[in-house]
């Protein structure tokens, strides 16, 4: 039972003689009893009148005015008084009735005048008793009533809350649910009980957001963020969800609480209205305020990255025109029309916005080199110049673009686009239908390289190449014992292109792929023509491409260049570079793996200007090491130089692969070499790479 509180009981003690009340208060002194006086009946009423909490009332029956009975009678027809137990004193030989009387009017007990003192304390005290255990039990009534309401409004919540509502336990089952979950989520109660919350995912949250969103739970205790879920139906949904963990009296988490509100409507409402902010309404292509956005944040990766990147901003010719003679509307479709062809013009991480009016802009990142931008203008250009039907009009339209480059041309987003908006006049003055690079050089480059680009995409059926051979000698002997072949392009408008002009391109391009195909089977056909002409049989060497390399085709290809043209295997030498063994993945390995099992010879170009770690000379199957020129160039002079390439012979020994030195051009370069135990020599000192006749004159030479 709750303690009472520390209070003394209250006492009514109602008596016309002063003296009887006197003696009361002389027999009832006691530490837990406040005695209050009444000297009529009508002054007691009036006490009760203010305070009702009294334990006990102590009556004369005899009394001027109302008397014992009146005034119990009163006080027993009073709700707030009513239950207050009253003992009438009372000198019961003066009125026999008095007794029954005084039950009538609600009195409880009777004590005659002249009393016990002793046994009046013990009633009084017996009363005192009732009365305290009495009060407890009625507390405890009212606070049990409290909690059981309390209980009775949380269930009223829970049952008619708007949010859903689900409460599982430590283990995150799921123990129950209110009808606002069932109505958000289309699953019933039946069906949740017993699951995980997981019964909702939508799958488009990572394994890290659900992680830290644990973690700020069992840190603070909650958490709340948006959530995008799954309805039983299949639909996903926005939630604004909030978990709670509840804990018992030690602290320990015994359930979470999630509640959580569907604002899948007020979220689509929020994107209705950014759409509105930074899309254009015609072309539904990103506004100004949109690509200003994009282009800053595209600057900054650039600039971590360090790569390149070009604004665009382009305008279309005489579209004044259209609009006035067809219409406004005939104006948006042409405008729709537009953006859709850019679009298509765009790579993937491109942009494409709308400025307004008839000017678009745009942003493409990631570009290999700035000429490279040319080619998606030109693309748009050339895209545009197609007809376009509005209605039953046909009309042409084309368009001015310039250019302007990050970071040649400008580091900010104002900068960028004023100078690409420049770049846009110029291709106004220059004509129109044109584009233009803020920078003249870049233009004429963009123009060579465009120029270059499509004259290599031609060159192999125009029959444009050519392979030459360079020797490689013997160190000792100075016998030939192989040669390189070396692509070169005679291109008729633009003469002799050097591999190393065209080559990277051709990487870029994917025209690696076809070029490096030809010279392949044109070179193994050709070293077999030797061989069945009677020459001493030499180690032909073919130049690889990582792109070639990579190719899902390509030991198909190496299979059949091998098979049509009758060569050897084991005459055949790949040159690898170190890009393509960079990778020492498990792909890489096999395939190298199976070049190896056929016969064929395979050797790391450029040998010590790569990024790659030594450990791969041990996994790959290699047979030779050819010393990059740049070391051979300084060996005679550079100290550094000539130890580092004592060392990669050594390593080269080490591993039982035979070394070459490529760009030996003078003797004192030979000697080193020879003396310090290279196995082999390529250079101008030797010979140049050359054509087929005169590489056949200098064999039969050789002989
Ligand atoms: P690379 O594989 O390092 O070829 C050696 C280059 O050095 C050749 O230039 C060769 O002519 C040149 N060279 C040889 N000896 C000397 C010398 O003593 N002094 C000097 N200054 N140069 C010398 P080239 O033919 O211009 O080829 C350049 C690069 O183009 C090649 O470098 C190679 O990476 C690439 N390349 C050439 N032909 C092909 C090919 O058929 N396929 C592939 N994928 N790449 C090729
Ligand atoms: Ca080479
Ligand atoms: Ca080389």
């Not at 009946?41 to 006490?47: K, S």
């Not at 009073?78 to 009372?90: D, E, G, H, K, Y």
């Not at 916005?353 to 490279?372: I, N, P, S, Y």
Request: with cysteine; proline share 3%.
């Amino acid at each position: 039972m709750m303690p009472l509180t520390q209070q003394r009981c209250k006492i009514l003690t109602v008596d016309d003689t002063p003296s009887n009340l006197l003696a009361l208060q002389s027999v009832l002194d006691h530490k837990d009893y406040e005695l209050i006086e009444a000297s009529s009946g009508e002054a007691a009423l009036e006490i009760l009148f203010q305070d009702q909490d009294f334990a006990l009332i102590l009556m004369d029956v005899q009394m001027p005015g109302m008397n014992g009975f009146e005034t119990v009678s009163f006080i027993k027809s009073r709700p707030q008084c009513a239950s207050i137990p009253v003992i009438f004193l009372t000198a019961i030989n003066k009125e026999k009735n008095h007794i029954d009387q005084g039950y009538e009017s609600g009195a409880i007990d009777f004590v005659t005048k002249p009393y016990d003192p002793v046994f009046l304390q013990a009633k009084v005290a017996a009363f005192i008793e009732i009365y305290t255990v009495h009060k407890q039990l009625k507390l405890e009534i009212i606070q049990r009533e409290e909690v059981s309401r309390q209980l009775d409004l949380a269930s009223r919540v829970f049952e008619h809350a708007g949010e859903g509502i689900m409460i599982t336990n430590t283990a995150m089952v799921i123990e129950t649910i209110n009808p606002a979950f069932e109505e958000i989520t289309g699953y019933s109660i039946q069906e949740t009980v017993g699951k995980t919350p997981g019964l909702l995912s939508s799958g488009r949250h990572s394994a890290g957001f659900y992680q830290a969103m644990w973690d700020e739970i069992n840190a603070k205790g909650n958490w709340e963020g948006e959530i995008c879920n799954r309805r039983k139906n299949g639909e996903t949904y926005q939630e604004w969800l909030k978990i709670v963990a509840v804990k018992n009296k030690a602290g320990e988490v015994i359930n979470y609480i999630g509640s959580f509100s569907d604002i899948t409507a007020h979220t689509s409402a929020r994107q209705r209205l950014y759409h509105l902010a930074h899309y254009d309404n015609v072309t539904e292509l990103p506004n100004r305020v949109l690509f200003n956005d994009v282009l800053e944040h595209e600057l900054s990766n650039a600039r971590r990255r360090k790569s390149i990147l070009a604004v665009f901003f382009m305008d279309l010719d005489h579209f004044k025109d259209i609009n006035d003679t067809l219409g406004h509307a005939a104006g948006d479709e042409l405008l729709k029309e537009v953006s859709k062809r850019l679009l298509f013009c765009k790579r993937d991480n491109d942009l494409v916005a709308r400025q307004g009016g008839d000017e678009f802009t745009g942003v493409m990142v990631d570009l290999k080199h700035a000429e490279d931008a040319a080619i998606v203008a030109k693309r748009m250009l050339s895209l545009l110049a197609a007809p376009i039907t509005l209605g039953t009009d046909t009309v042409h339209i084309s368009a001015s673009i310039g250019l302007s480059i990050f970071p040649n041309d400008g580091e900010d987003v104002a900068s960028l686009t004023s100078k690409a908006d420049t770049a846009m006049y110029h291709a106004k003055e220059a004509g129109r239908n044109n584009f233009q690079f803020h920078t003249e050089q870049m233009y004429q480059d963009s123009i060579q390289r465009i120029e270059l680009e499509s004259n290599l995409r031609n060159a192999i059926k125009h029959n444009e190449f050519e392979l030459y051979y360079q020797p490689q000698i013997d160190a000792k002997s100075k016998n030939i014992i192989g040669m390189e072949t070396l692509i070169r392009w005679n291109q008729p408008d633009m003469g002799m292109v050097s591999p190393a002009d065209f080559i990277p391109l051709a990487e870029e391009t994917g025209l690696i792929v076809p070029i490096g195909e030809w010279v392949l089977r044109t070179a193994c056909q050709q070293a077999k023509v030797w061989q069945d002409k009677g020459f001493p049989t030499l180690l032909l060497s073919v130049n690889l491409s990582s792109h070639q390399f990579r190719k899902k085709e390509f030991m198909q290809m190496l299979h059949a260049a091998l098979h049509d043209s009758g060569l050897p295997a084991e005459q055949l030498q790949l040159e690898l570079t170190e890009r393509i063994i960079m990778h020492e993945d498990d792909f890489t390995i096999a395939r190298l793996q199976k070049i190896h099992d056929l016969g064929i010879h395979l050797s790391i170009d450029d040998f010590g200007t790569g990024y790659s770690s030594m450990s791969y000379l041990k996994r790959f199957p290699l047979n030779e090491l050819k010393i990059d020129k740049s070391f051979v160039d300084d060996v005679c002079e550079d100290g550094d130089d000539r130890v580092i390439v004592a060392a990669m012979i050594n390593l080269a020994h080490a591993l039982n692969l035979s070394v070459i030195a490529e760009g030996v051009e003078q003797k004192n370069q030979l000697d080193w070499l020879e003396c310090n135990g290279c196995d082999a020599i390529q250079g101008y000192y030797f010979s140049r790479p050359l054509a087929v006749d005169a590489f056949e004159a200098l064999m039969l030479q050789q002989q």
